[in-house]
């Protein structure tokens, strides 16, 4: 049987391979072949591919994705620049093509709603949901609690009250009380 690391060596193998992770050069999406040769083109390319989503992956810029949609983007980007176009020309070039949702963060207008009132909609109704839930869960629990309530045997203050109540009714208070019966035999 092999004998296993110890906690401090596992703990140091945790580390080391944790800082080789962050010491390690993320992958990057963009290939060498699509760079502009004029490193302010490519700045710029790269700006404007930070702003548009990945129609494939959805939660990505185009410049983070290996999608071949995303390297279709990012080289119709770079070409926009090349012929001459701003970035704002860009940018609305491809949002006529594929729509507000190409965009990592839409304008707030009508046909946008969706995108920017769905997720805290989701938020509410959950919270709602789970607010009728607890209180449905205690009102259900509540009529036990009362039920023991109705049914534990008067301490002699009660017992006290309720003679002179029957008695100011003209009931005789010794008749109608019978001692508590033991409910547990």
């Known amino acids: 049987m092999a004998d296993r690391p110890s906690p401090a060596a596992r703990r140091l193998i945790a580390a080391l391979g944790l800082l080789l992770a962050l010491i390690t050069p993320p992958a990057l999406a963009v290939e060498p072949q699509e760079v502009l040769?004029?490193?302010?083109?490519?700045a710029r390319a790269r700006e404007i591919g930070r702003e548009l989503r990945c129609l494939v992956c959805q939660n990505q810029s185009i410049d983070d994705s290996d999608a071949d949609l995303a390297r279709d983007l990012r080289r119709l980007v770079r070409e926009r620049l090349?012929?001459?176009?701003?970035?704002?020309?860009?940018?609305?070039?491809?949002?006529?093509?594929?729509?507000?949702?190409?965009l990592l963060r839409p304008p707030l207008k009508p046909a946008t709603y969706a995108l920017w009132l769905g997720p805290p909609a989701?938020?509410?109704?959950?919270?709602?949901?789970?607010?009728?839930?607890?209180?449905?869960?205690?009102a259900a629990a509540a009529p036990t609690a009362r039920a023991a309530a109705i049914d534990a045997p008067l301490d002699q203050a009660d017992e006290g009250r309720l003679s002179r109540l029957m008695a100011a009714a003209g009931e005789n208070p010794s008749s109608t009380i019978s001692p508590p019966e033991d409910r547990h035999a």
């Open 122 to 138: 989701i938020l509410v109704i959950g919270a709602g949901a789970l607010v009728l839930y607890y209180r449905r869960r205690r």
């Open 37 to 42: 040769s004029d490193p302010a083109l490519e």
């Open 82 to 102: 090349s012929a001459g176009d701003d970035n704002q020309q860009v940018i609305d070039y491809v949002v006529s093509r594929y729509g507000d949702f190409v």
